[in-house]
């Protein structure tokens, strides 16, 4: 029977073995090409391979050249199905990967397994798979897509969608389709800058960490004109100043907790460029990211500030003045809890650490306890505690930290008191310590408060 077995299967992957790309496709080589790629009547420069006769194109790459126009479409992945999915009509989000230049050198490329969904219907093409990316015929895509391709010796392939809404391209050197993706600057740790293209959407995610002038703000709009200019500049002579001209613009801001939205019918956003970089007024160099790092980080605080009351309650003078007699109250009662400390401290080490239910060490505990939980009443109490004044005002957003780091340790000392176990005295008057150098900081942090508003 073994024997029957061992020959049937023989046979069978004998014949398999006849079939051509029965277990692996057959590799091809996919060239670089020369030819053009206009849309709408401007040149674009997607990776382009030749393979045969035939030029095939990332998907991906011309989602990102149509975003914006009236063919637009989005691409998905679904890794199950192995299957890439295309919705005509949406707007695509850029990943990064997107439009990085004419293929420098020839690739091996293989037919891809992967097939394509339009609208949740199948449809047939031929699909290369080159460096992990689909490539597919021009045409193709704008069957299935609803596009028009041409093609003329003058200018190459081109695509008509009807009535595009790109912005114009600039003379000099800058084009549209250059700025697409995501970009990021950053001043050491004062502040970051982030601007994201997306076809003609524009967003540019601004974040100030400067204690004296943390804001954040958010601006959207539509890229109506890309335009580049030569200035003079002081030091390093002739400087190209690229120019974004936006319509529908939208900032919001975020500062001292409160969000201000304003709209704009145009704006103008300027940036001067090196050798192909970006570069702030100051000369500060934007690098190409692969997704977006600061916006998850403003949107994170949007949602602080819309939680917070509609206004603050109380004025920055009334809320200093009802935390300082707070402060001096919380000054004593950190006095009692570090004596408290002391003597919980001398009789542990004098009885090896652990006492029993009714031993001193246990009675100090329990003073100690009492003195932790009179301090945070002062701390924590609802709508009148130091934590809640903080909310109920501007301009205490570096002391509420403070107050929460002293909450911590303040935990902490209350949960020895509550242990049966052995006590640590140099955990303990550690903690104590660290509570007097946080109201070091604390009465720092409003002297900057008064000086501020005062």
């Known amino acids: 029977m073994k024997k029957k077995l061992l020959s049937a299967a023989l046979a069978v992957s004998m014949a398999l073995s006849m079939v051509p790309g029965a277990f692996a496709a057959e590799a091809v080589t996919a060239s670089p090409t020369n030819d053009k790629l206009t849309v709408d009547g401007v040149e674009r420069n997607p990776t382009v391979y030749k393979i045969g006769d035939s030029n095939y194109f990332k998907i991906r790459d011309l989602a990102a050249v149509l975003n914006g126009t009236g063919k637009q479409f989005s691409v998905g992945y679904d890794g199950e199905k192995q299957s890439v999915t295309a919705t005509p009509g949406q707007p695509y989000e850029l990943t990064g990967t997107e439009l990085t230049g004419a293929a420098a050198s020839s690739q091996t490329a293989q037919a891809s397994g992967d097939a394509i969904y339009v609208n949740g219907q199948r449809v047939e093409a031929e699909v290369y798979k080159i460096d992990g990316s689909n490539y597919f015929k021009l045409r193709d895509l704008g069957a299935a897509l609803g596009f028009e391709v041409n093609w003329t010796p003058e200018r190459g392939m081109t695509i008509e969608t009807g009535g595009s809404s790109q912005p114009t391209t600039p003379a000099v050197g800058f084009t549209l389709e250059s700025l697409q993706g995501i970009w990021y600057a950053e001043i050491e740790e004062f502040w970051g800058l982030e601007l994201s293209i997306q076809g003609n959407q524009f967003m540019e995610?601004?974040?100030?960490?400067?204690?004296?002038?943390?804001?954040?703000?958010?601006?959207?709009?539509?890229?109506?004109?890309?335009?580049?200019?030569?200035?003079?500049?002081?030091?390093?002579?002739?400087?190209?100043?690229?120019?974004?001209?936006?319509s529908n613009v939208t900032e919001t801001t975020i500062k001292d907790g409160k969000i201000t939205t304003e709209n704009f019918a145009t704006s103008d956003r300027y940036y001067i460029t090196r050798n192909g970089t970006f570069l702030t007024g100051a000369e500060i160099p934007f690098t190409r990211i692969p997704a977006v790092k600061l916006y998850p980080e403003f949107q994170a605080a949007l949602e602080a500030a819309q939680n917070k009351p509609n206004s603050y309650t109380m004025t920055t003078a009334d809320a200093y003045n009802k935390l300082l007699p707070l402060y001096n109250k919380e000054l004593d009662a950190t006095e009692a809890i570090v004596y408290s400390i002391g003597s919980v401290s001398y009789i542990a080490i004098t009885n090896?650490?652990?006492?029993?239910?009714?031993?001193?060490?246990?009675?100090?505990?329990?003073?100690?306890?009492?003195?932790?939980?009179?301090?945070?009443?002062y701390l924590e109490e609802e709508s009148v505690g130091m934590l809640a004044i903080c909310d109920q005002a501007p301009g205490f957003e570096k002391v509420k930290p403070i107050l929460l780091n002293i909450k911590e340790r303040l935990d902490n000392i209350q949960a020895v008191t509550e242990s049966s176990g052995k006590v640590d005295p140099d955990e303990l008057l550690a903690q104590s310590e660290a509570i007097i150098a946080y109201w070091g900081e604390f009465r720092d942090a409003m002297q900057e408060v008064y000086d501020k508003y005062n």
Do not use: C, M, W
Not at 229 to 237: A, D, L, N, P
Not at 357 to 373: F, G, M, P, Y
């Open 352 to 377: 090896a650490y652990v006492g029993g239910a009714d031993s001193k060490l246990a009675i100090e505990l329990t003073k100690l306890r009492n003195h932790v939980l009179t301090a945070r009443s």
């Open 205 to 246: 995610t601004h974040i100030v960490y400067d204690p004296d002038f943390a804001q954040q703000d958010y601006v959207t709009g539509t890229i109506v004109s890309v335009t580049e200019s030569i200035e003079k500049g002081e030091i390093s002579g002739d400087i190209p100043i690229i120019t974004l001209k936006l």
